[in-house]
């Protein structure tokens, strides 16, 4: 149940700047071909705390940070729709 | 006279056999941005009367009209570009033109169309009847580097302004001649992250993410260059969190004041188009996205960016204050106002439907069934510069 709320903020919340089908916007795509060679933790904190100065929000007061390594896990593999 | 009278009776007979009669100034469509899907819709009748599918990513997208209001140019995330008839109900032509595209905008005598594109980042402007590509500009602004476009907005002359996200500019490009379009640029600010131009077509603003203020451009006196507005609104303070990105189009000139969402603040700002100095802030219920005037300037109805976005608040600016607070529904995406403004629509994405009310005592009046409505697009735009 968490699971399927996670997609649909990902999908949508996250998709006003990485794009619904997540292939990027104001946003970098995040696609399993462009984060393959990141480290998942930096990108989990990306999530979790954002990125100050760029418009990348901290996510912190509505997820976990077990949630948003969950959210890597599966953006590095194959998001589900 | 006998042939008067039979072209005259096979003139009736089409008309019955043929499609129902409709004015192009009722209606109007909805973008249905999981499905890739349009409703198209009459607003006197506050109806769908059909849907037309195919149109690939329409998250984000963005439609402009013909000035007869006839077709519909819309613009999606994937860089599709589809060209419909509103009247005949069905896709004229379809292309894809970039990989990754923010909307668009039509010129002053209509023949030109013009996508902004974020990947690769500038702008190309296509024949409005064939949709065949008559010039690109991109957007580079340092050798080899290209900014994401935004804010692409028409003004007189067949010229359009926008911003460079990633190079801090505002630009100007003139297609008076398509094929061999002219660009000028000024520098704007960190970060500008969508535009507008004023009803007049005169100002061009660039709303900045990366500092605070908004950059604002004479298109009347281009030469003076860009300056900075509303330089201090948040000076000091430290921003909150942006969920969503305010969309400055749509933008709200009412009674001579100006009002727009600020950034990183739960508050509309309130300027005078005389001076372009801040004369008020509204405090609202979140991070504003859309701004908009009720034609007639009397109200301005704000949403919200995630987690705020069940919410919409009515501004009376008579009384410069919020008056009517509501959450009509679940992902409040967009707003359109029937031409004069009697009625709103509403998109509420996660409940699948397009809510329809009075603006004058607020009571619903109905809804319409849509899969993931976000953008409402009504054939009044066809006429207003910078819509």
Redesign the interface.
Known sequence: MRQKALVHLVR??C???H???L????GPALLPETLRDKPAEGLTATVYY?RP?T?M??WKA?MSEAEAAWIVDKLMTQFPE | MRLLLSLVFALLLNACAGPQLRGTGDLGLIIE??SGHVTLVNTTARQPYARIGGLG?L??ASAVYSRDGRYAFIFG??GGLTKIDLLEAKIVKRIIQS??A?GGSISQDGRIVVAQN??PGGIKAFDADTLELLSEVPAEFAPGQFS?V?GLADTGGNRFAYAL?DGGEIRVTNFSDPRKPTTQKFPAGS?P?DGLVTPDGRYFLAGL??EDGVALLDLWQPKTGARKILENYGRGQEKL?????PHLRGWSVAQGKAYLPAIGRHEVLVVDVATWKEVGRIPVRGQPVFVMARPDGRQIWVNFA??DNAKVDVIDTLAGQVVHRMEPGK?ILHMEFAPRGEHVWLSA??DNKVLIYNTENFAKLGEIPAESPSGIFFTSRATRIGF
């Open positions: 949508q919340d998709g006003s700047c794009g619904m089908t292939k990027g916007g104001l954002g100065g418009p929000p901290p509505f | 941005r999981a990513d998250s984000h995330r994937d990989g990754n923010i974020y990947t994401k935004v996200f970060q992250y993410f990366g969190p942006v969920f969503k990105m995630f987690p992902g994405r996660d």
